[in-house]
């Protein structure tokens, strides 16, 4: 019947378990796919990322040569990654900010 | 809420719209509950408020880029989805994965099966009135969310199963975390657990309700816990798939009451298989490549069954030759306990339903897709 009053003996005396978000934000996991980044300047516009991409988040212009992400689109899958040629696609562990 | 005469219903009966929208359900779901006084009579489901079409959708895309997309048919055992269409497209194109890759898929769908079954726990505990429970529960299922962004790169929708293997390796300081964080999640469990199994109120709230026989289990087509805690010993993980065969094969957690304790009993225990699992397949797990790569078109048609944290969960892919599919289905778990929980209801009281519903651990928008 008193299973729990250990726990909650402990609870009263510890930090909270949750955060005040966005007051304290979670530090970023080294590894995890928080967004999407391009070094831009090493880009070919080859249009790989956006052939690939399964939620068609990213737009390639060859004249005048662009690349366009879609955030609100994007599911951070990193497909693009793999695939970009040049590698010039990255994924940061830092989440999108809305 | 509306009063009804009916031929059906020859005496006046009412019937109370349960859903789409309510406190217990996550997830949109209607059951038109036909009530004498407060005794349920008859429940009547109206599904198809999350229809997404992603059965059209993947027909649309390529074979490749409809690894990410099955994985959003559930927010919760998203990585299941995703090894069950690999399964299925390697079958097709016979591609050998290797084994460490198959070991790494056992350690995530385990950890997946955990951490739903975790969240299952705290949201029964809610719907019977436990709120510390609940939140208990959901705190310890936090370490598995963090364990798994650590390893595969995000907390629920992992993409790290790829057809031919997986995308990313564990390296042995990931692995002896992974160990760390099982160890820390079993003994927060040993504290809780026994509140859920053995306190008097709980007990009240869930033993005898909710009965299904087991004639009756097999009969309506039950799959998963729902059908092995009526007593049915059914689990694919069995036929051995991924490197379940390699690790010393599956007895699947069975027990007899067929109520909703007996269904939450069976979530417990197959937390600490589950745990067993993870733990087995960082113990064996080979050296090796983690993928292979694949080349051409999926040609053929092929069904391909696996064991999800709800039950059985069946694709059927077809394949023309082309990196579009012909045609993509998928039956997933909630929807074959569907007709178990509509011959669980008539008969219990009004109090009982929320429960009821929770204890077959429904996920629509699986079953709607």
Redesign the interface.
């Known amino acids: 019947?008193f299973?729990?009053i250990?726990?909650?003996v402990r609870c009263l005396f510890r930090k909270p378990?949750t955060r005040l978000y966005p007051v304290e934000v979670k530090p970023a996991?080294?590894?995890?796919?928080g967004q999407l980044h391009i070094r831009i300047e090493e880009c070919i516009f080859c249009g790989a990322c956006q052939r690939?991409c399964?939620?068609n988040a990213i737009t390639v212009g060859k004249q005048p040569k662009s690349w366009t992400l879609d955030p609100y689109r994007c599911?951070?899958?990193?497909?693009c990654v793999?695939v970009c040629p040049k590698k010039c696609l990255v994924?940061r562990p830092e989440h999108f900010k809305p | 809420m509306q009063t009804t005469a009916t031929s059906a219903f020859p005496t006046r009966n009412t019937v109370i719209p349960f859903g789409p929208q309510h406190p217990v359900l996550p997830e949109p779901l209607q059951l038109r509950l036909v009530l004498e006084d407060e005794r349920v009579v008859e429940a009547l489901p109206a599904i198809g408020y999350c229809h997404r079409g992603l059965e059209k959708i993947a027909e649309k895309k390529d074979f490749i880029q409809n690894v990410y997309l099955v994985e959003r048919i559930c927010g919760i055992c998203s990585f299941m989805h995703s090894l069950t269409y690999c399964q299925g497209i390697e079958e097709l194109m016979k591609v050998d994965v290797p084994s460490r890759a198959k070991h790494l898929r056992v350690v995530w769908a385990e950890l997946h099966r955990m951490h739903s079954h975790l969240l299952f726990l705290g949201l029964v505990s809610d719907a019977f009135g436990f709120e510390n429970l609940f939140m208990q529960l959901w705190r310890v299922r936090e370490h598995i969310l963090e364990i798994m962004e650590k390893t595969a790169g995000a907390r629920i929708m992992l993409s790290v199963c790829s057809i031919g293997g997986v995308r990313r390796d564990l390296d042995d300081g990931q692995m002896a975390e992974v160990l760390r964080v099982l160890d820390r999640v079993e003994h927060e469990l040993e504290e809780i657990l026994p509140t859920l199994m053995n306190d008097y109120s709980v007990r009240q709230r869930l033993c005898g309700v909710g009965l299904l026989s087991p004639d009756k289990a097999h009969d309506l087509g039950a799959v998963g816990p729902t059908a092995r805690a009526s007593g049915i010993p059914m689990d694919h993980r069995q036929t051995g798939y991924a490197a379940y065969g390699d690790l010393g094969g599956v007895t699947p957690v069975t027990e007899t009451a067929g109520d909703c304790y007996a269904r939450i009993m069976i979530r417990v225990r197959e937390l600490h298989q589950s745990a067993e699992f993870v733990r087995k397949a960082i113990q064996k797990i080979p050296a090796g490549p983690i993928a292979v790569p694949v080349k051409g078109n999926p040609d053929g048609e092929v069904l391909v069954r696996m064991e999800q944290p709800r039950g059985e969960l069946i694709f059927y892919i077809k394949g023309n030759g082309t990196r579009n599919l012909e045609r993509f289905r998928a039956r997933t778990p909630t929807f074959a306990n569907l007709p178990a929980l509509l011959h669980m209801l008539p008969g219990c009281q009004l109090a009982d339903v929320p429960v009821i519903i929770l204890s077959i651990d429904p996920c629509i928008s699986c079953t709607e897709r």
């Open positions: 019947m299973t729990l250990g726990n909650i378990v996991v080294a590894g995890c796919r690939r399964p939620a599911i951070v899958c990193g497909y793999e994924m």
